[in-house]
């Protein structure tokens, strides 16, 4: 007897095999099955969606057959199948594209006998391991966050002072919930590859009692046979807890029960490519699937959500109710970080004043107005840094650019290097003399003389971190080190961590003590735990005051909160640490509350702008992205599906604002135009069942005869950048 089932592949929602495929197995298959299907000439991986009572609409005769399934791994719970669900309705995806996008990689090429023989290897089973973690004290503060943590089954908002100990707020809750359930499982998500390692080493560290096998890493930076065996170890509930980034979020693991998310308001968790989800709001919403999908008497399943610079959305979830507020005002040395007054971080003139704040590090701000023309060390922070070098303590100069200048250029007939390929220069890399475009990667050794008029004389313009590193050491040639060396210099970003394990060593010798100044981009800003740095500025943040991005302040006052928050991280010199800012504009409201590290005013004054505009968290957005050869050839396009939208009189329309298309800010990448329309309501559910019923227009516009093969289009729900 024939038994059909609806199966979803891997396909984009503009695909003809989009939606679920019917095919006919030799025996039932519950949802959830991962099965071998043939799919034109080729077999792919599929997972069962749903059993079928006939074969529906498609001839009998017509049907295919199932080529296998893959035995030993156990069907896709329903919660998992809601989550995928879920995700691809609201970002507006194919159920297939996000089902198998969620599973590794390795696994969507395994036939089912290579499979079988890698579920043979054994498990070494530790779990009788104990070389037993020491506890430390608990704060009065971090005692009450997790107490109250315990009593409300809310999702709860941890917005803790950098230094505040969040991270063992995180190893209390996750302890208490392995200890409850021997079989509950635990996910926590971190925002970047490169922090991961540096948590997954305490969270082993604390939990090695259960083996080394119950803890795996799950993110793009493993290889294809990593990634498959901590899914294996997630899926089969082997794996106890699980650390990993934003695609972490889709793992299969049946018996969870907590999940931890540090730094939430990182931007690295929303998905740029693809299915475009923000993996802390579907952290949200997983929790709440998994409790209303667990069986009775298993408990629910938590959500904490940990930032010291929370983003607006979720602050203003715990202004209504919506999201419980956990707060940590005090760093672990016990100095009170949160000053209750505060003024303009600079005063006129050139003069520097700080505020005393306790715990978190003194801002400390220069007017470079009034700095000597073109300098890019004010000479009073200079002068600090050799200080710090002179007592044996270590300073971080932050500046978000890489590379050595971002342009090269010359004066006579104002040729600068453009990518030839897209709207961008290409940035100098002096190391190896190249100049190399960071968007579609297009390198060429730097000219000998400028390309259009054959002057010899062309130079660098701006800055970044390649050559802040140099100027640094010409500044400080003649400082010594106590010990009478000279001054060490090390640089931190994309360029110096390319290698395997490059980063890694990088931040050993900084925490060894072997580095006096350390130069980097946001790689070094943000969830780092620097013993050693009593000093941090930032060189040029003025970038992002004035950005078309109504996100870019909130983003800057993140990345600033948490560079200063690497300051002062060892009780025994949390007093003399310091932060820095170089500004042309001392009098910006974002500097004023960055000095007195009060991130409720920013928020404050920040949602009320918002408000007034009807912006997120208030409204609701997408934006419609398409490419094409060229930009007439875009922006056409979306502006025909948003004419022909208006026409059809969709049922949501009149709750919808749909601006004309415009190029996108950098309008060209590797030799494809880009252009974007946003689309603004102030109900979430107007915009959804609008998106959803515009999509089968836009399809239908790409057919067209002066579209066709011309154009790739996407959706992008909740954007992060505009």
Known sequence: MAHWISVVVAAPAHSSVAGALTYRSASALPPGTLVRVPLGAREVLGVVWQTLDSSGDLPEAQARGIAGTLEGVAPLSATWRGLIGFTSAYYQRSLGEVALAALPPQLRDMTAVQLARRLKRPVQD??????????????????????????????????????????????????????RDPGAQVLVMVPEI????????????????????????????????????????????????????????????????????????????????????????????????????????????????????????????????????????????????????GGSLLPNGARVVAVATGGLPTVRGIDMNHQPRHCII???????????????????????????????????????????HCSAYRVFHKIDRTLRCHHCGFTER?????????????????????????????????????????????????????????????????????????????????????????????????????????????????????????????????????????????????????????????????????QAAGLAPFGYSALVRAEAKTQEVAQGFLNAASAQAQAAGLPAHEQITAYPAVPMMIQRIANIERAQMLVESASRVALQTFLSQWQAILFETRRQAEFKSLVRWAIDVDPIAI
């Not at 294996?232 to 998310?261: D, E, F, K, Q, W």
């Not at 690295?268 to 693809?274: D, H, I, V, W």
């Not at 560079?563 to 060892?570: E, K, T, V, Y």
């Open 126 to 179: 530790t779990s009788g391991m104990q070389p037993a973690s020491h506890l430390i004290a608990l704060s009065p503060e971090q005692s009450k966050a997790i107490a109250e943590f315990d009593a409300d089954n809310r999702p709860a908002l941890l917005f803790g002072a950098t230094g505040s100990g969040k991270t063992e707020v995180y190893l209390r809750a996750a302890a208490a919930v392995l200890a």
């Open 194 to 341: 490169n922090l991961t390692p540096q948590l997954q080493a305490r969270f082993e560290a604390r939990f090695n009692h259960l083996g080394k096998e119950r803890v795996v890493a799950l993110h793009s930076g493993l290889t294809p046979a990593q990634r498959l065996k901590s899914w294996l170890a997630a899926h089969a509930g082997h794996a106890r807890l699980v650390l990993g980034t934003r695609m972490a979020v889709l793992a299969s693991m049946p018996c969870l029960r907590l999940i931890v998310v540090d730094e939430e308001h990182d931007p690295s968790y929303k998905q740029q490519e693809g299915a475009r989800y923000s993996a802390r709001d579907l952290a949200v919403l997983r929790a709440k699937l998994e409790t209303e999908g667990a069986a009775p008497g298993t408990g629910v399943c938590r959500v904490m959500l940990g930032s010291a610079t929370p983003s607006l959305e979720s602050w203003q979830s715990t202004l209504t109710g919506r999201y419980q507020r956990l707060t940590m005002n005090a760093r672990i040395n016990g100095s009170p970080t949160l000053p209750t007054s």
């Open 446 to 610: 730097v000219p000998r003389a400028c390309p259009s008029c054959g002057n010899i004389d062309i130079a660098p313009v701006g800055r970044g971190t390649e050559r802040l590193e140099e100027h640094l050491a010409e500044l400080l040639a003649d400082i010594r080190r106590p010990d009478g060396g000279q001054v060490r210099i090390a640089r931190i970003d994309a360029d110096t961590t390319r290698l395997k394990g490059a980063l890694e060593s990088q931040l050993a010798s900084v925490h060894a003590g072997d580095v006096d100044v350390l130069v980097g981009t946001q790689m070094i800003a943000k969830g780092h735990d620097f013993r050693h740095i009593t000093l941090v500025a930032a060189i040029n943040p003025d970038g992002a005051l004035f950005s078309s991005d109504f996100r870019a302040p909130e983003r800057l006052f993140s990345l600033l909160m948490q560079a200063a928050g690497r300051a002062g991280r060892d009780a025994r010199q949390a007093a003399a640490s310091e932060m820095w800012v170089q500004t042309f504009y001392p009098a910006h409201r974002l500097f004023a509350c960055l000095k007195r590290h009060d991130y409720p005013a920013f928020a404050e004054q920040q949602l009320l702008e918002r």
């Open 378 to 420: 004010a000479p009073p922070l200079l002068e600090a840094i050799a200080e710090r070098i002179a007592r044996g303590e270590q300073s971080m100069i932050f500046l978000n650019r890489r590379g050595y200048a971002p342009v090269l250029a010359c004066h006579d007939c104002d040729w600068k290097s453009e990518c030839p």
